[in-house]
């Protein structure tokens, strides 16, 4: 059964960073969506930055930026008829698989072999990926974490959904909800209904779902199948500082 994704966020106070891949209702363009949230000041002072074929973040205030590990990285990259969306530097891991061609056809789960979970005890943050197919809207998902915070004890999960259905997709975030640990997300991806043709619509919808103290900044794409091309959106609850 799908699920209202504007509902389940609105009421999780912070599920973390999440991503949400399926189709638009109109079954010719496929979504993307990544959020970040932060509840330090540290998480917080980011915005996402526009760079070649996806986004990178910065610091909003570089004077500010306490400890760049784990917090500076690119969370959206495009090679050749992929996009890479991840909440951490396994996004270069997986672009540098793909561009080499290693292991063809299970690159992103081969590069997320080399990767573990993010060592920032006593949460152990997850690493959630995914992956999308610019001609045929196929996509994957995976996330990396510990077996109930235990460090010594990786899980790597994996999910592949080659025939999307319009108007819904799959989220995933790093975290179940708030907590100290954060316990980190559980079982399959949530199916949701994708209701909104306009990338614009669907970024506010989620946006204004979002926790409002701790939300920070939010990235959606569209791809046109037929064609490959894509129309961006960011939006960023801070600016950046001007030096």
Known sequence: MKKNLYKFLAGNEYPGRGIVIGMFPDGEKAMIAYWIMGR???SRNRVFEAIPGGIRTVAADPAKMEDPHLIIYNPVLTI?????VTNG???DTVYRFIRDGLYPGYSFEAALATRLFEDDAPNYTPR???VVDMRLGGYKLNILKTCEGNPASVQRQTFDYPQPVAG???FISTYQKNGAPIPSFAGEPMRVAIDQNDPNELAGKIWESLNEDNKVSL???AITLATGDYEDVILNK???VEG
């Open 40 to 42: 330090s000041p540290n």
């Open 80 to 84: 050749h008829e992929t996009t890479i």
């Open 89 to 91: 530097d396994q996004t």
């Open 128 to 130: 959630i990926s995914g």
């Open 168 to 170: 819904e997709g799959h």
């Open 219 to 221: 990235f959606v794409r």
């Open 238 to 240: 801070y600016t950046v």
